[in-house]
């Protein structure tokens, strides 16, 4: 069975700091891992893909990637209250085909 | 550049009954897939369709089927509905085979009594 786990949170950040959201999978030949924000009650939108080891950064977003590790995550620097959301951490199946895996995803809550 | 659709956006159902929802992938795409969301869970995979083939299955029964027209859009179907159906259905369509990212489409929420 493939799994993909997160912390389910809350996760309690204040304005301008740094969260930080984790994630860890089972299946050692994955080769593509997703970042989704899920606001409560829509759809998840794509905020970050990553498929080799080390960092990608885009804008206030780092993804970071280790695969010996098998351990994904996300930064989000200068954290604001509309980055207050659920983070799902999705995982490409190595079988191919664009099947994703998800973790239950992390709630993470930005307080002024 | 329209993204991806779904239809209905909300639906109600009783036990037994059969539904049927739709989804139009982002333009440019010609893979759909269909995940099932509950409640405080993540998104669980259920089929994929490619070239009016389904291409790969998750793990849900043969109650759940689906199909894709010639336009690329998809229907999902549900027969014989039972009160663990209720859920958040994401449609999400991606490039042609070996191309990974995948846009959701805003969803239909099902509800079962």
């Known amino acids: 069975q493939k799994e993909v786990e997160q912390n389910s949170g809350p996760l309690s950040v204040p304005e301008g700091a740094i969260a930080s959201l984790n994630c860890t999978y089972s299946?050692?030949?994955?080769?593509?891992f997703f970042w989704y924000r899920q606001y409560s009650g829509k759809s998840p939108e794509l905020i970050m893909s990553?498929?080799?080891?080390g960092d990608k950064e885009d804008g206030r977003f780092t993804a970071q990637l280790n695969k010996a590790s098998q351990y994904v995550s996300l930064l989000i620097r200068d954290s604001q209250p509309s980055d207050s959301a659920t983070y799902l951490c999705?995982?490409?199946?190595?079988?191919?085909?664009?099947?994703?895996?998800f973790g239950a995803g992390t709630r993470l809550a930005v307080h002024p | 550049d329209a993204g991806v659709t779904q239809s209905p956006t909300h639906l109600i159902k009783t036990r037994g009954q059969q539904v049927t929802l739709r989804c139009s992938p982002k333009?440019?795409?010609?893979?759909v897939s269909w995940y099932q969301q509950a409640l405080g869970q993540g998104p669980q995979f259920i089929f994929q369709?490619?070239?009016?083939?389904?291409?790969q299955r998750g793990n849900f029964p043969d109650r759940f089927s689906g199909h894709q027209f010639p336009n690329y859009s998809s229907e999902l179907n549900v027969n014989a509905l039972l009160l663990g159906d209720s859920a958040l259905y994401l449609c999400?369509?991606?490039?042609?085979?070996?191309?990974?990212?995948?846009?959701f489409g805003p969803g239909t929420r099902l509800t079962v009594l």
């Open positions: 999400a369509s991606g490039g042609t085979a070996g191309a990974d990212t995948q846009y």
């Open positions: 990553i498929y080799s080891n």
């Open positions: 333009s440019g795409h010609d893979t």
């Open positions: 369709y490619y070239e009016e083939e389904e291409r």
């Open positions: 299946d050692r030949g994955s080769q593509s």
């Open positions: 999705a995982v490409g199946f190595s079988g191919g085909y664009n099947k994703l895996i």
